[in-house]
């Protein structure tokens, strides 16, 4: 019996002696991921959100100062030549003359509180338009209309734009570009456009107008200055989209072509500068790299990559010269 157990104790030595090394090998290699370095086309971009309206056109007066009376059309109606727009009570002339002599203000808003004594003005508005003419604003040709914002009782000065006609339902977005950006914004620039209420699709629209000049504007730390660009759809009209929506844009304002970029994850930092781990003849191989302008989407390498390295993804635990078995590459 004890022979038998000799001979047993002696083949499993052999076998741990052949088997074991192997073993420990195995747990030192590494399951890489690869990802392949191409030459890509990058974009510089300038970001920005607004809402969809309709493209402004042609802006519609009042011919004299006077108070809103009503609406008869909404934003987004087509009208044609001679519909009724709105109506208003056109002041006569001769009896703000009068006003403004007896209230020694400019303005009309600011006349009619003057001579209210109180910042109720309805009682006077309701007495002024028994000296004022009821005139019905008729469309000057045929459009869509948009930017109509004018309510009942609304003070009019003369030359007031109370509502814009466009031609065609061309539809674009308003955005506010930072002044430390604007430099780089030029209009024929294209943009990539999603919209909160339609996130898995994307738009394409074009700068058409930058603002002559430039605004103080509410941000997140204040008060920033700002500049007015419009971004116009180049896309037929799409059925789901609707005026108001929110939308963001991505203003491609340069691209750099033919040039090699690497995921932000994968680009790693020590004492001597930048590095990443390539897979090369089977084992993990440290090289170093100099980095360039950062994208979106990653970092430029300007010097110690080729195209078609093999650098390793999953690198958090590696080594150089450590043993890897790969998978097939990422693009």
């Known amino acids: 019996m004890k022979k038998y157990l000799i001979l047993f104790s002696a083949t499993l030595l052999a ?16 399951e890489a991921e690869i990802y392949s370095v191409k030459a890509k086309d990058m974009n510089h971009t300038v970001s ?9 056109g ?27 727009l709105f109506s208003y009570y056109q002041m006569d002339d001769a009896y703000l003359t009068l006003l403004h002599s007896y209230g020694g203000t400019q303005g009309l808003e600011a006349l009619l509180g003057g001579l209210s004594g109180q910042t109720d003005t309805s009682a006077l508005l309701e007495q002024a338009k028994q000296h004022c003419t009821l005139e019905t604003v008729n469309a000057p040709a045929g459009g869509t209309v948009n930017g109509l914002s004018a ?17 065609s339902r061309t539809m674009e977005i308003p955005v506010e570009i930072n ?25 394409s629209g074009e700068v058409t107008a930058i603002a002559d000049q430039a605004e103080q504007t509410n941000g997140l730390t204040g008060k920033d200055t700002t500049v007015q660009v419009t971004i116009t759809l180049t896309e037929p009209e799409n059925e789901g989209l609707r005026v108001g929506y929110s939308a963001s844009c991505t203003i491609i304002t340069a691209t750099d072509h033919h040039v090699l970029v690497l995921p932000y994850e994968v680009v790693r930092t020590d004492d001597e ?35 078609g390295d093999s650098v390793i993804l999953n690198a958090d635990h590696t080594y150089d010269g450590q043993k890897l078995r790969t998978e097939e590459p990422h693009a």
Do not use: C, M, W
């Open 15 to 30: 076998l741990a002696t052949i088997v074991l090394p192997g073993f420990i090998a195995d747990s030192n290699v590494l």
């Open 48 to 56: 920005a959100s607004g809402k969809l309206q309709y493209k402004a």
């Open 58 to 84: 042609r802006p519609v007066r009042v011919d004299h100062a006077g108070i809103f009376g009503q609406s008869f059309v909404r934003n987004g109606d087509e009208v044609s030549e001679g519909d009724p």
């Open 151 to 167: 309510h009942g009782d609304e003070l009019l000065e003369k030359d007031t734009a109370v509502l814009k006609l466009t031609e």
């Open 179 to 203: 002044e430390s950006y604007i430099e780089q914004i030029h209009t024929g620039q294209k943009a990539e456009i999603v919209f909160t209420a339609l996130p898995d699709e994307h738009f």
């Open 273 to 307: 500068g930048d590095y990443v781990y390539l897979a090369k003849d089977g084992k993990v191989s440290l090289q170093r790299i100099t980095t360039g302008t950062e994208y979106k989407e990653g970092i430029r390498i300007l010097e110690g990559l080729r195209e």
